[in-house]
């Protein structure tokens, strides 16, 4: 029941079959896992149940795939030692549904051992359910041991198989398929995204009714989940709505669709959850059916989002039916604006980008380190190509896809900062009023931009409630001059090392 080497005879073929194997529990129930996970839980106020995991973060540094590391025989054998773990004692095995688009659309397959169902549980309630009368073979086998003496992420992507070892962290499982999903979408001309999607009704200039597809690039804890549920404080009476499609990854197909990936939950953050500025996700996150990890939950089940008890990396996988802003549709049929989201305290609340300065922000992914990528690290600024960690392959080839995508669908591409304007002793703060009236007043076309000498940037002249005087950057940063042309040496010098990206959005840095 092993994988063999070389990597050429690695297949998903060599993985056991769950349905015939007496040891492995196959697509056991919801309720099942969660009865079989009983030892781990604590039931919350909610009826919930809650788990807190030895791992409370990705092993980023322990990861290496088949596309862009050098796999030696220990490699391989991490994966095929995961496998024949399979063996011995009891398993259990999900399938799962990522993705409906016809060119995005994968069955994925989890093994867990039973003792760490609640990982099943909570990544079954992420991704839809396969039909049951039709045969399954997955597209892609993730293999999670939380009990191996070692801790490895091992990709074998060509193979569709990835070995968790040495991790019980539920985002193992969840971004082992997501990875592959965006890989995928690059190998068919497309791009995989870390990104959230939303359907946006509004009456326009004109008055009438225009529905303006918006994604949102952003690394996890700076407010892609909370803007892309937000209903944008629309005017319901006339006809304006705002439904959210996708909170995490999507595929931009060369079309302009952009394919969603789970249809079933959302795995959001949790720390500082605000019932009111936050009230979808807080809401889904108290309801019944929500799975919560490392959330401070006392012995009683009072749930405490605010504390840090097992870090700043709490989360619960919450269910898009306990949405209201969630649409019964995960695809977006095509794409007018992206946003990335920044918290670079030199930037403005908003400013409008062309398509090469676009690819520029794409590039630099500039954000901060939250406690899901480095616990140690977090809150220090940091880049992150395409504000996504689980790129394989060229970086600076998706640089260039994203410039052409963007280009031939004429997309409004624009940069959008969710922390703080200026780094001195007067920063302006950008609270979620101030990033929800933007994005309502962009998707209504009532924004007036104007180009800035001193940012060098497209900024708003006029946002209809907001005084944009308040936000100038300038305004906020000692020696800011200086500091801007650090900042442009610093990113250029940042660009420059990606030997696939085109001289011309190394040539547009900001």
Same mark, same amino acid.
């Given at each position: 029941m092993g994988i063999e080497h070389p990597p050429t005879a690695t297949r998903r073929s060599d993985l056991p079959d769950p349905r015939t194997t007496p040891n492995v529990t196959y697509d056991p129930s919801l309720s099942a896992l969660r009865e079989a996970s009983a030892h781990l839980e604590t039931t919350t106020e909610y009826d919930s149940p809650s788990y807190v995991s030895e791992y409370r973060s990705r092993s980023a540094d322990l990861t290496k795939t088949t596309v862009d590391d050098e796999f030696a025989a220990a490699d391989y054998r991490v994966v095929a030692? =995961?496998?024949?773990?399979?063996?011995?004692?009891?398993?259990?095995?999900?399938?799962?549904?990522?993705?409906?688009?016809?060119? #995005?659309?994968? +069955?994925?397959?989890? *093994?867990?051992?039973? %003792?760490? =169902?609640?990982? #099943?549980?909570?990544w079954g309630k992420l991704f839809e359910p396969v039909d049951a009368d039709a045969p399954? $073979?997955?597209?892609?086998? @993730?293999?999670?041991?939380?009990?191996?003496d070692e801790t490895a992420i091992r990709v074998l992507a060509e193979a569709g198989v990835t070995a968790v070892v040495g991790s019980d962290y539920t985002g193992e499982a969840k971004k082992s398929f997501l990875r592959l999903f965006m890989w995928e979408a690059k190998r068919r001309g497309g791009l995989g995204l870390h990104a959230g999607s939303k359907r946006v009704t509004v009456r326009d200039d004109a008055g009438d009714l225009a529905t303006k597809g918006q994604v949102f690039l952003g690394?996890? #804890? @700076?407010?892609?989940s909370t803007l892309t549920a937000h209903g944008l404080w629309l005017d319901e009476d006339d006809g304006e709505s705002a439904s959210m499609l996708q909170d995490d990854v999507c595929a931009l197909t060369p079309d302009g669709e952009v394919a969603g990936s789970e249809g079933a939950g959302l795995y959001i953050k949790t720390i500082g959850l605000d019932p009111e500025e936050q009230a979808a996700l807080y809401d889904a996150a108290t309801h019944e059916s929500a799975v919560l990890e490392n959330v401070a939950v006392d012995d009683d089940g009072t749930v405490h989002f605010d504390e840090a008890r097992y870090g700043t990396n709490s989360r619960a996988v919450v269910q898009r039916d306990c949405l209201d802003s969630a649409d019964d549709e995960i695809d977006l049929g095509g794409v007018d604006q992206v946003f990335f989201i920044t918290r670079n305290p030199l930037m403005p609340p908003v400013a409008k980008l062309d398509e090469t300065e676009a690819a520029v922000a794409f590039m630099l992914g500039e954000s901060i380190q939250t406690s899901a990528g480095d616990p140690d690290a977090a809150g220090e600024a940091i880049r992150v190509v395409g504000t996504n960690p689980f790129i394989m392959g060229s970086e600076g080839e998706e640089g260039n896809? *994203?410039?052409? /995508?963007? #280009?031939?669908?004429?997309? $409004?591409?624009? &940069? /959008?900062? @969710?922390?703080? !304007?200026?780094?001195?002793?007067?920063?302006?703060? !950008?609270? &979620?009023?101030?990033? &929800? @009236? +933007?994005?309502?007043? +962009? =998707?209504?076309?009532?924004?007036?931009? $104007?180009?800035?000498g001193r940012t060098d940037l497209t900024v708003p002249s006029d946002v209809p409630g907001i005084d944009v005087d308040d936000y100038r950057v300038p305004d906020h940063v000692d020696d800011y001059d200086?500091? =801007?042309? %650090?900042?442009?040496? $610093?990113?250029?010098?940042?660009?420059?090392? *990606?030997d696939a990206l085109d001289d011309d959005v190394v040539d547009a840095v900001y």
């Open positions: 030692d =995961a496998v024949d773990r399979i063996g011995d004692g009891e398993w259990v095995c999900l399938d799962r549904r990522m993705g409906r688009h016809d060119d #995005a659309s994968s +069955i994925c397959r989890l *093994f867990v051992p039973r %003792e760490h =169902a609640r990982i #099943a549980l909570a399954v $073979e997955p597209d892609y086998v @993730t293999v999670q041991v939380p009990d191996a690394l996890s #804890a @700076t407010g892609k896809r *994203f410039r052409d /995508l963007v #280009a031939d669908l004429d997309v $409004e591409c624009y &940069v /959008l900062n @969710t922390g703080c !304007v200026g780094d001195g002793d007067d920063p302006q703060d !950008v609270g &979620v009023r101030e990033s &929800v @009236t +933007i994005l309502r007043e +962009i =998707a209504r076309g009532s924004v007036e931009w $104007e180009r800035d200086e500091a =801007a042309a %650090e900042l442009r040496e $610093e990113r250029r010098a940042y660009l420059q090392q *990606f």
